[in-house]
């Protein structure tokens, strides 16, 4: 079956703009995950979607970060006022939604900010 | 709070060579393991994991780690390399007691064999 897909696949902004990263998970999958990778760094998580739960936002880095999951299914990240330290790839992943289920990762973002 | 240490941030090794990639988590509680590769311009890859059970865990591709509690570590080896497990090697913990959906990674391995 298809797989966790994410677009677009590379974003060339400029400092100050916004952008918008899409995540479309594996189907029937109930837990979203957002992590950062950056250079050296690993991943950094970011924002985590249960089901009809609230979302764990304990990751995002400020406020010009936030992310929403619509319909349980599709999520978007919107990152406002870019700034060049946001530059990196942004990964999605998505899955059965209990601890011991390992995460299906899409292919990434990846985000510069000029 | 869990946190990964993967010690190494880079392994080079000729093929057909052993190789050992360090994991160590720090929370003694139950925990869940795992560990993720992802190759040059992919996504992650589920490796193999640990749920319970026996401590030795293997993938179809010939790596295995072992669970040691007592260190609370979760190295993952390989008896002889390809030239094709070049790739970036990513442990990841998880809680077992159900405090925590989300996953914690090291910040990775770079595994890099020469011919």
């Known amino acids: 079956g298809a797989g966790v897909s994410q677009s677009p696949s590379n974003k060339v902004t400029e400092k100050g703009k916004d952008v918008e990263l899409r995540c479309d998970p594996i189907s029937g999958h109930t837990a979203l995950y957002w992590y950062r990778q950056s250079l050296g760094q690993g991943l950094e998580f970011l924002i985590y979607f249960q089901g009809n739960s609230a979302p764990d936002k304990s990751g995002l880095p400020s406020d010009r970060f936030s992310a929403e999951r619509t319909g349980g299914s599709v999520s978007t990240l919107t990152i406002q006022r870019t700034q060049q330290e946001d530059s990196a790839v942004y990964l999605c992943?998505?899955?059965?939604?209990?601890?011991?289920?390992?995460?299906?990762f899409g292919n990434g973002t990846r985000l510069t900010v000029t | 709070a869990q946190s990964v240490t993967q010690l190494d941030s880079q392994v080079p090794v000729f093929e057909e060579a052993p190789v050992e990639l360090r994991c160590n988590y720090s929370?003694?509680?139950?925990?869940?393991l795992f560990w993720y590769v992802q190759y040059p311009n992919q996504g992650l890859q589920l490796l193999l994991k640990y749920l319970s059970g026996s401590t030795l865990v293997e993938s179809i591709n010939g790596f295995e780690a072992e669970f040691n509690k007592s260190q609370t570590s979760f190295h993952l080896r390989k008896p002889s390399v390809h030239i094709s497990d070049t790739a970036e090697y990513f442990c990841?913990?998880?809680?077992?007691?159900?405090?925590?959906?989300?996953?914690?990674f090291g910040r990775g391995t770079s595994l890099i064999v020469h011919p």
């Open positions: 990841a913990v998880t809680d077992a007691s159900g405090g925590s959906y989300i996953p914690t």
């Open positions: 992943a998505s899955s059965l939604g209990v601890n011991n289920s390992p995460l299906h």
């Open positions: 929370s003694s509680v139950s925990v869940y």
